[in-house]
């Protein structure tokens, strides 16, 4: 099946291919013509992923799919949240958004130590964390969300070479490493957006 996913990031990409396996061909934005950015303005990242497969399928008229992915970190209230992407602001990379996000919690735990000090009462400060992805599908002109969650928490410091995005310094639940240190087939076999991909193709699937 050829199907168009609506994102130019190669790691994405690949992630995608791989999780969907045999039987799907995805087709870049940029190979039908779409070269601009796709908009992702919503409040949430199911908004975020509607939006971008309807632009797509606007254009193009064809099957298509979008992810979008959020990073809630309990410790910053959620953030970064429907904010993942842009975390340390427009254009900057994901190096940026990892510190910002280290900053961000070593400051957090700073002001609650300080309190502590004061005598005041504090919530623990915790390191708990997850990654929401939600895929919309676009067939046929019918649009149809699939979403998927992997808990974990934030390292202290960066550790692993693979993936992209937060992942050298997400650590999934039932691991002691983090995503950046899981094999692709380890990291598909457990994350968000393969759970969510998973549950895409198996739907797809049962429409053939």
Do not use: W
């Not at 429907?82 to 002001?111: F, H, Q, W």
């Amino acid at each position: 099946m050829n199907i168009v996913f609506a994102s130019g990031n190669p790691g994405k990409i690949r992630e995608a291919a791989e999780i969907l396996g045999k039987g799907f061909q995805l087709i870049t934005p940029a190979s039908v013509g779409i070269t601009e950015d796709i908009p992702e303005t919503g409040l949430s990242i199911r908004a975020n992923s509607l939006q971008k497969a309807r632009y797509i399928f606007d254009k193009t008229g064809l099957d298509c799919f979008a992810d979008d992915t959020g990073l809630e970190v309990d410790l910053l209230g959620g953030a970064p949240g429907v904010e993942t992407a842009r975390y340390a602001g427009p254009g900057r990379d994901s190096a940026a958004n990892i510190d910002k996000l280290l900053r961000e919690m070593e400051r957090r735990t700073a002001e609650a130590s300080a309190a502590r000090s004061l005598g005041l009462s504090v919530p623990p400060c915790g390191r708990t964390a997850r990654f929401r992805t939600a895929v919309t599908l676009i067939l046929g002109g019918q649009a149809y969300t699939f979403d998927g969650v992997m808990e974990g928490r934030i390292a202290k410091e960066r550790h692993g070479a693979g993936g992209f995005g937060y992942d050298p310094v997400f650590i999934p639940d039932g691991y002691d490493c983090t995503a950046a240190e899981l094999s692709e087939e380890e990291k598909n076999a457990i994350s968000h957006r393969g759970q969510a991909l998973r549950a895409m193709a198996a739907f797809l699937k049962e429409k053939r």
